[in-house]
């Protein structure tokens, strides 16, 4: 059972180290990001709430990711285990996810922090070229990050539950080291 938590910058490797998890764990990799942009496409609701936030760079409402997190985790398909993949992002939610977890008698094993410097990063997004992969937006979310989720590390850090992976490497190099390191994890009690 491996419950694993990726946080990072936006552009540092999260979606492609959750989705090469998800197929050497078999357990679903669960992206706020992933759910927010289908909602979006499909003009749902949530999307219709979610669109101006994504497109300046801004981080969707606290109550808003809350909600759709508390519903996967519950969800029969996160019964064997999960990646996390851009949630939590602030420290309100990193609490919410603390609350919840506690709520369904569970833990995660760890919180994987993978870094990349700033210019790599403006570089891969604006390879990938999703709608909020433009120069000022993508400067924006950097900003956001340092701002909002850096603290998460600490956050995590203290806990004794963090460990920092560089990603700044070719992403094969990178799953190796993660995958090396999850077979050894514990829960956190
Ligand atoms: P991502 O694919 O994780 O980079 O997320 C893309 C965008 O979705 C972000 O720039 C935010 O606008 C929004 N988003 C994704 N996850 C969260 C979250 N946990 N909290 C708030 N906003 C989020």
Not at 5 to 24: F, M, R
Not at 61 to 85: K, M, N, T
Not at 87 to 109: C, G, H, M, V, W
Request: net charge negative; glycine share 8%; with cysteine.
């Amino acid at each position: 059972m491996v419950r694993v938590i990726l946080v990072g910058p936006p552009g540092s490797g999260k979606g492609t180290q959750g989705e090469l998890l998800q197929a050497a764990f078999g357990i679903p990799k669960i992206s706020t990001g992933d759910i927010l942009r289908a909602a979006v496409r499909d003009e749902t609701p949530l999307g219709l709430e979610a669109k101006h936030y994504m497109e300046s760079g801004n981080l969707v409402p606290d109550s808003v990711v809350i909600g759709l997190i508390e519903e996967r985790l519950q969800s029969e398909a996160a019964s064997d285990g999960w990646i996390l993949d851009g949630f939590p992002r602030t420290i309100p939610q990193a609490e919410a996810l603390d609350a919840l977890l506690a709520k369904l008698n569970i833990s995660y094993d760890c919180v994987i922090c993978l870094d990349a410097p700033d210019e790599e990063i403006v570089q891969r997004m604006l390879a990938r070229g999703r709608d909020d992969d433009k120069e000022e937006v993508i400067r924006e979310r950097l900003k956001v990050y340092r701002d909002k989720t850096a603290p998460l590390i600490e956050f995590y850090d203290r806990k004794g539950s963090l460990q920092a992976v560089n990603g700044n490497r070719p992403p094969e190099v990178v799953s190796a080291a993660l995958k090396e390191l999850l077979q050894f994890e514990q829960p956190v009690s």
